[in-house]
């Protein structure tokens, strides 16, 4: 085949134009518009396209990660199995991007639940998908209505975390050196932490020395943050 291609021109041009001509309709590797995602068929929202990020100010806007939409049915099982009562417990998703996770979690009659996003660009379009879920025959919410909701733009370093009880979602929003500070400053709240984590980042949590592991289950792992455990390494770390 080579050998023809290089005796005919014009028939390898024509060879090189075929596949570079159906790009457009494939897409490149991992950046596909999921223009017929069911999640956002069935909310009326978009999660799902790429989106160019402006960069910030942040002296963390390096260790950021591309964004990705979680599954809705990864959300729910974490949501479900973190063993905290919803009404006394606000969710937080590290990272929200387009809001598919805060979308969920609303349903779930939360006592309040936060996004935290660095880009402009995604939490606008966040905010936005929050304004256009409405309830609906179809919006399966507790109660009847959305948990309060509230798309916070930061860096996640600098989240102050609230009191009480606490659900933080990840999936991979951050390298490790981000995701060690937000792991001490959660591990810093008084009240009860669990940790929902999607992706890759596991060995972060568990090299933590205050994390521990709860359970899995649709490639989600849930942790909880041992407060005796999150008091002695930050005393050593105090020391160091």
Not at 113 to 118: A, F, I, N, Q, T
């Amino acid at each position: 085949m080579l050998t023809e291609l290089i005796r005919h021109p014009i028939l390898s041009a024509r060879f090189i134009a075929k596949p570079v001509t159906q790009i457009p309709s494939k897409g490149w590797p991992k950046l596909r518009r999921h223009a017929d995602d069911e999640f956002d068929r069935k909310y009326g929202v978009e999660t799902t396209r790429m989106v160019q990020i402006t960069p910030t100010g942040s002296p963390n806007f390096s260790h950021g990660t591309r964004y990705q939409a979680t599954g809705e049915a990864v959300i729910r099982w974490c949501i479900e199995n973190c063993g905290l009562p919803y009404s006394e417990t606000t969710f937080v998703d590290i990272g929200c991007g387009k809001g598919r996770v805060v979308m969920v979690a609303a349903m779930y009659g939360f006592k309040r639940v936060l996004g935290v996003e660095y880009s402009p660009e995604l939490a606008a379009v966040c905010r936005k998908n929050l304004e256009k879920l409405t309830m609906s025959a179809g919006l399966p919410a507790l109660h009847g209505v959305l948990a309060p909701c509230e798309v916070i733009e930061g860096d996640a370093v600098e989240f102050q975390v609230p009191e009480g009880n606490l659900l933080a979602f990840f999936n991979n929003p951050f390298d490790e050196v981000v995701h060690k500070q937000v792991l001490r400053n959660l591990a810093a709240s008084p009240g009860k932490v669990r940790i929902a984590h999607f992706g890759p980042g596991h060995e972060v949590v568990k090299a933590s020395g205050f994390a521990r592991t709860l359970g899995s289950g649709q490639g989600a792992t849930l942790y909880e943050i041992v407060k005796e455990a999150s008091i002695k390494h930050a005393s050593v770390g105090a020391r160091d």
